[in-house]
């Protein structure tokens, strides 16, 4: 929010902006609009179907504890940071197995086209795709990790999984820290000093002060080898979710803020 463009645009807000939004009190303390801020999480809605089909089905090992990465494949995510995290693990034989859900912003048959090549070799665009699956190569850790597209039955993927990961590199926690919460799933997280109001430390997850590699070893180092926890957070997770994530409730949130907003305008005087 510190660039020129960021600048005009929160000028804009705030001289034309009644209340502003945001979706998580980390995400409200970088807004730099002189307005009242509301906080309305992101909402989850999942199927009440749950499938829990054999992981073989999904092409993930049995035996093993899995550990989700879902979404775009960015650096600022940490996806470098968590190929190293499991490196660590894979060293000490640990049971976790590292499951990516999903690709690059751009898929890895862009770079191939002339457009793609032009703005890669300009330094514009980079092959995060497969810049992962390289990194994951060159520490001989493929057995320890699969990769699955995107897919819009989520509920299939997160029913597969014990443990969701979001080693945010920056601010705020993403998608997936929800939807893991929404599943029942422990998440180990970053990106928030207390959570945000969308995970409860020590008690729906892990959150880390600083994503390093080792950090994020010894925080899934504890999930992976004490099972009883992974459930308790994510009994804990869940419920947290369910009122918190809920569409109907955020939607009341909304419209009253608007109906406030409206009210005020039409008041006389």
């Given amino acids: 929010g510190t660039d020129r463009r960021s600048r005009v645009i929160t000028r804009l807000i705030t001289r034309w902006g009644d209340e502003a939004v945001a979706i998580d009190t980390d995400v409200a303390a970088t807004f730099p609009i002189d307005l009242p801020v509301r906080?309305?999480?992101?909402?989850?809605?999942?199927?009440?179907?749950?499938?829990?089909?054999?992981r073989t089905e999904l092409g993930l090992p049995d035996g093993r504890v899995l550990v989700g990465f879902a979404g775009f494949v960015r650096r600022q995510k940490g996806w470098p940071e968590l190929v190293d995290a499991a490196a660590i693990l894979a060293a000490e034989h640990s049971l976790a197995h590292f499951v990516i859900i999903g690709g690059g912003v751009r898929p890895t048959s862009y770079f191939a086209t002339p457009p793609g090549r032009l703005l890669k070799a300009g330094?514009?665009?980079?092959d995060e795709e497969a810049a992962l699956h390289a990194r994951v190569e060159a520490r001989g850790l493929s057995p320890y990790f699969t990769f699955l597209p995107y897919t819009s039955d989520t509920a299939l993927i997160y029913s597969a999984i014990d443990v969701m990961t979001f080693p945010n590199q920056g601010v705020g926690?993403?998608?997936?820290?929800?939807?893991?919460?929404?599943?029942?799933k422990p998440v180990v997280a970053s990106g928030s000093r207390d959570g945000g109001g969308v995970m409860v430390p020590d008690v729906t997850g892990l959150l880390l002060e600083n994503p390093t590699p080792s950090a994020i070893a010894d925080a899934l180092r504890i999930l992976v080898a004490d099972p009883s926890r992974r459930a308790a957070m994510g009994k804990a997770g869940r419920e947290h979710a369910l009122v918190h994530f809920d569409p109907a409730r955020n939607t009341r949130m909304i419209e009253a803020m608007y109906a406030a907003v409206v009210t005020a305008a039409v008041r006389p005087g």
């Fill in 173 to 184: 926690l993403g998608r997936p820290v929800l939807e893991a919460e929404m599943f029942g």
């Fill in 39 to 54: 906080i309305v999480p992101n909402s989850v809605v999942i199927s009440e179907r749950r499938p829990t089909p054999p």
């Fill in 123 to 126: 330094g514009l665009l980079t």
